[in-house]
């Protein structure tokens, strides 16, 4: 019999139907009657309840003394779960216990600050946040290619080795040797918006996807050394495209995974961020407001908040003045056009 994924039991078993599952147990609770074992296997934020009994061959010997963290292989039927926020267990018939973990394994059923994961990074994709967010990822990153596709787009594999400055920022990584390679200094890529642009000026549209490499000595929550960017080129497009292309992009992507990844994001509203859902439900539903930046100016100017940036016509708009606009003015995303040239 082949394993089923834990995601596609808890998703389409059925009372009375035999499986194998094969995982890790998140917790584990022995009785005097039975244990009770909770398994994942990472294809989902919900665990698989293993109903344990001990006149299973291997309970004394093994089981009844398996922790956090030991890897399973389990079979069984499915049975309708008298526990609260699961509708079905499996009622264990033979059990293979596959691999066992320090006596002081580090993960165990309760939450971990995210300093602490760092110091095991080995171990940290089996926590519930950071199994959530690769989860989470993998669908952004199917419904970026599929928005893209579904619209005629080609998808461009721009270098990351390069020796052009796309973005004239200057702060690029260099990569040491590769000057006798190359015979002139060599940066790891900070945009594919140059390969991007000569694609479109030949295919029509196009977009890269991958990563980029910022060496900007920064260190806040708005800047990371390495990150995956999406870069859409179009010819014959003008601002309005654009700016329609970018919000119905965004309210697809987004979509995607309040539909696709519910379990995960109900996790993030609870857990990290309360009242994400509402947000991003509210930025799906909502019109992007458009404004030019004389009238972005003239609202801020108008607004009677005092900013720690003057603002006066000509400066380029921080953050703070971005977040006002957004979340009082026209309290929804809004999309500014014709900046000053300079």
């Known amino acids: 019999m082949k394993a089923t994924r834990v995601c596609d039991v808890l998703e389409h078993g059925a009372v009375g139907e035999r499986c194998r599952v094969e995982g890790w147990l998140r917790s584990a609770r022995h009785s005097k009657q039975r244990s009770f074992f909770d398994l994942v296997d990472g294809s989902s934020a919900r665990g698989l309840q293993l109903l344990v009994s001990p006149e299973l061959e ?103 080795l390069t020796v052009a400055d796309a973005e004239g920022a200057g702060e690029m990584f260099e990569v040491a040797g590769a000057e006798e390679f190359f015979g002139q200094p060599v940066r790891l890529t900070v945009s594919g918006q140059l390969e991007a642009e000569v694609g479109a000026l030949a295919l029509g549209r196009v977009y890269s996807f991958g990563p980029t490499f910022r060496a900007e000595n920064s260190n806040t929550s708005r800047h990371l050394s390495e990150f995956w960017m999406i870069e859409p080129e179009l010819a014959f497009c003008d601002l309005d495209d654009l ?100």
């Open 58 to 160: 291997n309970y004394e010997t093994e089981l009844r003394h398996l922790g956090t963290g030991a890897a399973l292989r389990a079979t069984g039927e499915l049975a309708a779960s008298p526990g609260a926020g699961q509708h079905l267990e499996l009622r264990v018939e033979t059990i293979e216990y596959l691999a066992g973990v320090e006596s002081d394994y580090p993960l165990q059923k309760k939450r971990h600050s995210f300093e602490f994961l760092r110091g095991i990074a080995h171990l940290r994709p089996r926590t519930n946040t950071i199994a959530a967010v690769w989860r989470v990822r993998n669908a952004a990153a199917r419904a970026i290619h599929d928005f893209f596709q579904q619209r005629g787009f080609v998808w461009l594999h721009t270098p990351i």
């Open 243 to 342: 700016g329609a292309l970018a919000e119905e992009f965004l309210k697809a992507v987004l979509r995607a995974l309040l539909e696709e990844c519910s379990e995960d994001m109900a996790f993030f509203d609870q857990r990290i961020e309360k009242g994400l859902i509402a947000r991003l439900q509210h930025l799906v539903e909502s019109p992007f407001e458009r404004m030019t930046y004389s009238e972005a100016l003239k609202a801020l100017q108008q607004s009677g908040r005092s900013f720690e940036f003057p603002l006066r016509w000509g400066v380029d708009l921080q953050s703070e003045h971005e977040r006002f606009l957004c979340e009082e003015f026209v309290k929804r995303p809004l999309i500014v056009s014709d900046y000053p040239a300079e």
